[in-house]
């Protein structure tokens, strides 16, 4: 279920240091560490999945609880509500589709604009 080689692997069991924004026994939500908003996150599966690519019907779920949780993480990390306020979830997949680290992740950005789209 995980890779000793994947920084968010690592990063999920505590093996290097994040910032901690969520975590339960599926999921673990940390600060990037290259902020593209004044609130930017990432939301990850415990299990190692490489990308949405790979994403099979068993994973809907944990998905389906990711995204629900979004909102939440976002309104405590400092989005403000919507349909005024907001923020972006964003799944970048393969090298193409800008995904830097090959573990599946949630961008979660927000926060007051202006800020740099990415």
């Not at 990063?11 to 999921?27: M, N, T």
């Not at 790979?54 to 990711?66: I, N, T, W």
């Not at 939440?72 to 306020?85: D, I, R, T, V």
């Amino acid at each position: 279920m995980h890779d000793p080689n994947c920084l968010f692997c690592r990063i999920a069991k505590g093996e290097i240091p994040s910032r901690k924004v969520y975590e339960d026994e599926e999921v673990f939500a940390f600060h990037d560490i290259h902020p593209g908003a004044p609130v930017h996150f990432l939301m990850i599966p415990k299990k190692h999945v490489a990308s949405l690519a790979q994403v099979s019907a068993e994973d809907a779920p944990l998905l389906g609880r990711m995204l629900a949780l979004a909102p939440k993480l976002a309104l405590e990390q400092g989005c403000n509500p919507y349909p005024e306020g907001g923020y972006r979830v964003v799944v970048n997949t393969g090298t193409e589709g800008g995904q830097e680290v090959h573990h599946l992740h949630l961008h979660v950005m927000g926060g007051p604009r202006p800020w740099l789209k990415g």
